[in-house]
């Protein structure tokens, strides 16, 4: 499990090839190593027949898991540079520090921006690399990530060795994207509830609920679940 600056340092070398110095300190060239060994601008595009492994690993229809995707991914899952998606959520850094600190750690959510500074940089990414420099594992247990936009902070309940290890499994193909989306279905009981989408929104509620939380109704998830269906 990566766990220090030095661990990720090093990692970054073996895995990305970013020629960082492994000497565990912060600074300018290790935050840029951070964005651009995330960066991958040619990941492999998920076929059908992955498709269809998932839907068989769960016991689903090709269909139900295609409406899954359909509704609860925001498009693809890499950003614009070629980074998987990421939504930094300062919150989730409080709860683990318990100190203010600006952009990066606060006790109210919000501060979403996508480029504030213009750089050309996803500002998720500059956020989680800042707070990286100061500490991986919250860095990264405090972003969601990838096409479905799953919460680092669920490492260790999907069996990924780390945060970090986590959000890396989603930079080389879209598959991982799935693979991460049949764990969460797996470990939080929605199998069952996959099994019962179809057309009709009634038979989508238990779904929707549990993966969308009380919001569902007034965002209309089963209904869409069920266009999707169709």
Do not use: C
């Not at 951070?34 to 601008?41: D, E, S, W």
């Not at 996959?194 to 929707?208: E, H, I, K, Q």
């Amino acid at each position: 499990m990566i766990t220090t600056l030095l661990d990720l340092q090093r990692f970054l070398n073996r895995h990305a090839l970013t020629g960082l110095v492994e000497d565990g300190k912060p600074g300018p060239k290790t935050r840029a190593g951070i964005i651009a060994g995330f960066t991958n601008r040619d990941a492999s595009k998920i076929t059908t027949a992955q498709v269809q492994m998932i839907a068989d690993r769960l016991g689903a229809s090709l269909k139900q898991v295609q409406a899954v995707a359909k509704v609860e991914s925001n498009g693809g899952g890499w950003n614009d540079q070629g980074q998987p998606k990421a939504l930094y959520e300062r919150h989730y850094a409080w709860r683990r520090l318990r100190v203010k600190i600006p952009f990066l750690s606060n006790p109210a959510p919000g501060g979403y921006t996508l480029d504030a500074d213009r750089d050309g940089i996803n500002d998720s990414w500059e956020k989680l690399a800042d707070m990286a420099l100061r500490n991986p594992v919250v860095a990264f247990e405090s972003a969601s990530f990838g096409k479905f936009q799953v919460m680092g902070a669920h490492w260790k309940h999907l069996g990924y060795a780390g945060p970090v290890e986590m959000a890396w499994s989603l930079r080389d193909t879209e598959f991982a994207h799935y693979d991460m989306l049949a764990r969460f279905i797996e470990t939080n009981g929605l199998i069952p509830h996959l099994r019962r989408l179809s057309t009709n929104p009634a038979d989508n509620v238990g779904f929707a609920r549990r993966y969308n939380g009380p919001a569902f109704a007034k965002n209309r998830y089963d209904h869409k679940l069920a266009a999707a269906m169709r």
